[in-house]
């Protein structure tokens, strides 16, 4: 079995900063894009940013400049560091990872999902 455990939420004032982690573990040979998606109360889930295998990126206009994803290949590990944090960024943050089987279809996990708050 797959699994995605994050780390890394917490409670912080406005202006700081949080590194998520999230790593993956299990029947794993190679993992594809991995990403980041967060939900605030009373809203949609909405892609926050996203890192391909190759190293590209795209990000949720309003982080952008502020929130950086990395990922860690040999450790199946992906991050968020996220900088100058505003109020709007609470969340809970979910990882995902898009991962071939076998015969190369892809599944997409996620996370259990990690608590963000960002007070005024």
């Given at each position: 079995?797959?699994?995605?455990?994050?780390?890394?939420?917490?409670?912080?004032?406005?202006?700081?900063?949080?590194?998520?982690?999230?790593?993956?573990?299990?029947?794993?040979?190679?993992?594809?894009?991995?990403?980041?998606?967060?939900?605030?109360?009373?809203?949609?889930?909405?892609?926050?940013?996203?890192?391909?295998?190759?190293?590209?990126?795209?990000?949720?206009?309003?982080?952008?400049?502020?929130?950086?994803?990395?990922?860690?290949?040999?450790?199946?590990?992906?991050?968020?560091q996220m900088n100058s944090l505003k109020p709007e960024d609470?969340?809970?943050?979910?990882?995902?990872?898009?991962?071939?089987?076998?015969?190369?279809?892809?599944?997409?996990?996620?996370?259990?999902?990690?608590?963000?708050?960002?007070?005024?």
């Open positions: 079995q797959v699994q995605l455990v994050e780390s890394g939420g917490g409670l912080v004032q406005a202006g700081e900063s949080l590194r998520l982690s999230c790593v993956a573990s299990g029947s794993i040979f190679s993992i594809n894009a991995m990403g980041w998606y967060r939900q605030a109360p009373g809203k949609e889930r909405e892609l926050v940013a996203a890192i391909r295998s190759g190293g590209n990126t795209n990000y949720l206009d309003s982080v952008k400049g502020r929130f950086t994803i990395s990922r860690d290949n040999a450790k199946n590990t992906v991050y968020l609470t969340a809970v943050y979910y990882c995902n990872a898009d991962i071939p089987n076998w015969s190369g279809v892809l599944t997409r996990y996620w996370g259990q999902g990690t608590q963000v708050t960002v007070s005024s």
